[in-house]
């Protein structure tokens, strides 16, 4: 989908919140991950099969969810983990959001730079609707996240190329949620994805 220039790692949470300690993470049984083509009109309406993540992120997302307490406590949430590297050469550039301007369909979404390596571009702009101009705009360096109301705002992330270099990537983590009633996990999930006819 991304010609060759994104390489992807995902599992997928279920969050339960404990008064004493915080929100608990239970690791799902991995499968296909899945997104409607009302949000994904490139790569939407299938199933696409990705390697389970090896590095054991939930420290750090819980140290987010725990410290901005944007979720609702009083219900279980369901979260989809991207870990995704984009590769760049002086042949070919890498698109980050080939979907264009979006949202993810999700209430909330973690972007997180883990790393920026001999690149430039990957600008992130914020739009309050798809014909209108954006309120923000910035290149996250590693290190940096934002936490996106996907409700409310769309996004997009211009190409990235080689800076200085042959060859530059760019590695981040992208965290989805979702309420364990609209979850976006299960048999009937990827039923209704796959009948999408939007």
């Known amino acids: 989908m991304a010609h ?40 939407g309406g299938i199933l696409r099969e ?62 997180s730079i883990l790393s920026r390596n001999q690149v430039r571009g990957g600008e992130m702009r914020l739009w309050p609707a798809k014909d209108a101009d954006p309120i923000w705009r910035g290149t996250l360096g590693a290190g940096d996240a934002v936490i996106l109301d ?10 990235i190329e080689p800076d200085g270099s042959t060859t530059g990537t760019r590695d981040i983590l992208i965290v989805s949620f979702s309420r364990w009633d609209e979850r976006w996990y299960g048999e009937e999930h990827e039923q209704a994805v796959l009948s999408d006819v939007s």
């Open 4 to 43: 060759g220039t994104r390489y992807k790692r995902f599992s997928q949470y279920r969050l339960t919140f404990s008064g004493d300690e915080g929100w608990q993470f239970e690791l799902l049984p991995h499968r296909a991950y899945s997104a409607f083509k009302k949000f994904n009109n490139v790569a």
């Open 50 to 111: 990705y390697t389970p993540i090896a590095v054991d992120f939930v420290s750090t997302i819980k140290h987010i969810v725990d410290q901005e307490r944007f979720l609702d406590q009083t219900v279980d949430w369901q979260i989809n983990v991207h870990q995704n590297r984009s590769k760049t050469t002086t042949e070919k550039s890498a698109e980050l959001t080939p979907e264009g301007i979006h949202q993810d369909g999700h209430e909330f979404v973690i972007i």
């Open 150 to 159: 996907d409700q409310r705002v769309y996004h997009d992330v211009t190409p």
